[in-house]
């Protein structure tokens, strides 16, 4: 009878506590009533996020539910051998019904192996259910190696694209610069020429008038001389300066000048271009994301050392344990001026930065906040938006004395779930995973999101009056 009472807990949905009635199976493998899990999901529509009654996982949107067929034959089986209808007073044999079956099986065969085919079916529906994933998941891998190689060809192509394009450019800029250059050289020439060409026939005339002057000054006949003397004497006027300053060449030079700066601003662009290419490329992470644990033992994998920044802790919080526990204080501390500093909430942020896998605890006593942010978060000011979760650069765990909130840009959501006095903090920068659980003897999720994260985080921690929080690394036993 104790194998019936573990096959009728088997197919019993926990809302109702029955046997499941048209069965319907959520993303996270536990069953339940269709109308149960309906009537239980219909409650939490006005908080926008549905969750598992027994493991408490949250999913967001509401699923849709089917109903799993091979579940609800195997309950109809059940129901058939009369198992499911055993009335309470039968669970106990008198000695009535074993003194004729001494030496007998107690179960006839048909009915062991009606049991077995449902362990059976249900083993089997569970292997297929893994194969299904399994095939799912090498589907999901070849799409990506597919899109890597896409990208990264089309990336290439593109670029050189570009190269060829920037080469192009250069090189037609260098032949106008060359065109101009020897138009201005053709332009300038032709006009010194032109200058002095006119300036050679006026030295023609003037030495055919000086040898004029000179047969004239050596006449005798004294009435030739003043006859001819006005006539000659008249001379046409220059019409260039008695002096040609040579201007310096200078054009050229500031020419190259220019094109030399241009260069040099062309190499700058150049060289920060390449830098934040190579970041790119060095943060363009291949490897495949690892899935989410499920255990306690999962999670421990991930452990790290987190401590905490000196230079961003509040004035009334002091650092011990190696700046690993942060304190609220009655009196300030003796902290020196820091730009990092946050000035009016009792924050602090770690040292680390997290741009992988990670998972941590706080230890806390009191009200703490625990949080992860970007370094660019705001140090100052007495508004809310400069305290963890009231902005788009941070997420915050508020662990209160019997309660759990989160708070992400101003908006908080209540929690439910076992107050302990440790949490958990699962990260997942590259697929954008932060989760939140209640650990004690078992780890509760509390909170999961899903996201993109467009730095670097930092954990961090806000603590209220008389409280204190230290970050804790579980050992992998």
């Not at 006009?191 to 026939?201: A, I, M, S, T, Y």
């Not at 008389?466 to 804790?472: N, T």
């Amino acid at each position: 009878m104790e194998q019936n009472q573990l096959d009728r807990e088997t197919f019993s949905c926990s809302i109702c506590l029955d046997l499941l009635k048209g069965p319907v199976t959520i993303p996270c493998g536990h069953s339940y009533c269709m109308k149960c899990i309906k009537g239980h999901w219909d409650g939490e529509d006005q908080r926008g996020i549905h969750s598992c009654p027994q493991c408490r996982e949250t999913f967001i949107p509401r699923p849709v539910l089917k109903k799993n067929t091979m579940l609800a034959a195997l309950v109809e089986q059940l129901k058939k051998t009369g198992l499911q209808a055993a009335p309470a007073d039968h669970f106990y044999a008198g000695p009535e019904d074993v003194d004729d079956h001494n030496g007998h099986d107690t179960v006839p065969a048909a009915a062991e192996r009606t049991e077995r085919q449902i362990e059976l079916e249900v083993r089997r529906e569970n292997i297929q259910q893994r194969i299904q994933d399994r095939e799912k998941d090498v589907k999901l891998l070849q799409q990506e190696l597919e899109a890597i190689n896409y990208s990264a060809d089309k990336t290439v192509e593109d670029n050189e694209k570009i190269f060829r394009e920037l080469i192009r450019l250069i090189q037609k800029r260098s032949s106008d610069v060359k065109q101009q250059i020897r138009s201005q050289q053709e332009t300038e020439g032709s006009r010194v020429k032109e200058l002095q060409e006119k300036l050679e026939q006026e030295i023609i005339e003037l030495k055919r008038k000086d040898a004029e002057l000179k047969q004239l000054s050596h006449t005798e006949d004294h009435n030739q001389f003043l006859h001819n003397y006005p006539s000659l004497l008249a001379l046409s006027e220059s019409t260039h300066s008695s002096s040609i300053k040579i201007r310096p060449l200078s054009y050229a030079e500031d020419v190259t000048a220019a094109v030399s700066e241009r260069r040099d601003q062309l190499q700058d662009i150049l060289r920060d271009a390449w830098t934040n290419i190579s970041l790119r490329l060095t943060e363009v992470d291949i490897s495949l994301s690892e899935p989410e644990p499920k255990s306690r033992a999962g999670f421990l994998k991930y452990s790290c050392e987190i401590t905490l920044d000196p230079n961003t802790t509040h004035r009334y919080l002091a650092l011990s344990e190696g700046n690993k526990k942060v304190t609220w204080m009655n009196q300030p501390q003796s902290y020196s001026s820091h730009p990092d500093r946050f000035i009016d909430w009792f924050q602090v942020l770690s040292r680390e930065s997290l741009t992988g896998c990670f998972y941590w605890e706080v230890e806390r006593r009191g009200l703490v906040h625990v949080a992860v942010a970007y370094k660019n978060i705001s140090r100052a000011g007495r508004g809310e938006e400069h305290g963890f979760g009231f902005n788009d650069k941070s997420w915050v765990l508020i662990c209160g004395k019997n309660d759990f909130q989160f708070g992400h840009n101003s908006i908080r959501t209540s929690i439910s779930g076992p107050v302990s006095s440790r949490v958990g903090v699962y990260l997942d920068h590259r697929a954008g995973i932060l989760s939140f659980y209640s650990v004690s003897k078992t780890m509760t999720l509390l909170h999961r999101v899903q996201t993109t994260f467009t730095q670097p985080l930092h954990a961090g921690l806000g603590v209220g009056f008389q409280s204190s929080a230290k970050f804790y690394k579980p050992k992998q036993k």
